[in-house]
């Protein structure tokens, strides 16, 4: 199983960046996915998360301005991330879930400049 994070970068404040998560070995379809973020010198903390049967939950720090979106037949979830502020500035991970198992792709840097 593997979970290919990617689509981080530099960005002003107020722009806006689209991360991946590209899943192989399993099917996004069946699995509760999730984004995190590992703010520097801070721990991971969870910021979107999208069950299977769709519903969607989010991080009051996030609401209005973060949406994770499925695209099943890429096998991929994305977390497109609107507004950024500096503060958005992190490691970003995404997590697939279902029944007790978790994968963890690899992380993508989010530099967010003021």
């Known amino acids: 199983v593997q979970l290919q994070a990617s689509g981080g970068g530099l960005v002003q404040a107020g722009g806006s960046l689209r991360l991946s998560c590209t899943a192989s070995?399993?099917?996004?379809?069946?699995?509760?996915m999730g984004w995190y973020r590992q703010p520097p010198g801070a721990q991971r903390e969870f910021i979107a998360g999208s069950h299977f049967i769709r519903s969607t939950t989010y991080a009051e720090s996030v609401k209005g301005r973060f949406t994770i979106i499925r695209d099943n037949a890429k096998n991929t979830a994305y977390l497109q991330m609107n507004s950024l502020q500096s503060e958005d500035t992190a490691v970003y991970y995404c997590k697939a879930s279902k029944s007790g198992q978790e994968f963890w792709g690899q992380g993508t840097q989010v530099t967010v400049s003021s």
């Open positions: 070995g399993i099917t996004v379809a069946n699995m509760i």
